[in-house]
């Protein structure tokens, strides 16, 4: 096997990271590299996530991305990679669930960069956390701002892996196997009732939870966590978008896009689930009496039960959370881990009446969704009866 391993003494625990190049030679990542400069060039780049620094490049007056060894790719990644994860963990202890952890990374291509990582649940173990990352991501967060700029913000890589590990120890505890048993359920009774964008939508419910905490728990250094209110409106007029598709084709594609992982705006699944996490830590505050600030346009807000809560909900696109007590985050991340799927829904919507936030300033609700999967349903049905009628079958 072709790999690189780093290992480091984490609080008496061996942890490895170990990096495998068997599926990203050369060729791969010649073929990156290219992506990543037709990509850098852009002069409109879309998705905005993503590190840009073709500006430096220029104001430092070089005109072009000298191109970057492979050998020297490998080297980078697998020192600075490390390097952060030992870092992470070192602060991070509750994710080494085992006295000897091996944090596997498989390297691989992923065109157009539609997605980053992948957590491979199946070959996981408590001393194996398996992962698919895409070479480029290596390339543009690590390798790239080194060799240009001497520059790595090892920020950004602890937020990545800080999101991926929860998926590790959410599996681990098996908080998420309820999900996942009802999940494969949930897609028998979908295609029984022809209505496929069911299966989607109770998709996209759990993963508020299962994408949403990973995401909550990446931003807790984070000054300021953000709540946007024009994603939320945005995620429930694309769930009830997704429950008007009849064909699987169609509610495939927009789940993916619109909903799912490659939407990576705040009307994603990620952020959505983000903004319940909080929301539920405000109660914590409150309960706690522990007061944090919110900042909205140019006002701010200072309190541990602020009555204009809803207020500034409905009258602001865009609010921040500002220093929120660690002491909140972390309890919030205790609470909400156990709570699967519709526990959490619960949880959030209990959080939601206890701090005065209306109906239409939730993310969800389980009575919305029980509106949006009886919609979802009765166009499967309609949909079948149509198509046995068509067939001159009756329906
Ligand atoms: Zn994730």
Redesign the pocket.
Known sequence: MDKIERFANIGGKKVGVILIFDSYKERQFKQDFEEFKAYQQKSNLEGGKDLKFYKQLKAKGLRDFKPIPYALFREYTANFFSKSLFNALKFNPQFIVSDELNIQIKLIKVKNRSYY?E?MDQQCDPENACFDGAGIWFLQTIVAPFFYFQHIDYKIIERYFL??LT?FTDQMKKYVMFDAKYASKIKTFSKKKSAYCLNYLYNSIFNLR??GL??FVARKDSPRIDINMVGVHLYNQNLEKLTRLTKKADAEVFYEKQIGWENLTPSSE?VNGRVMCTTIALLIAKTEKIPYQLVAGNKTYTGYDIKELDNILSSNKLIYVVNLDKRVIYAAIKLIGPKPGYRFIKMYQDACTALGISERNRVMTLRRLAVLAKQASQIGINERKRRLNKGGFVG
């Open positions: 990582f957590f999101h991926e998926h299962e994408e990973p995401d990620y």
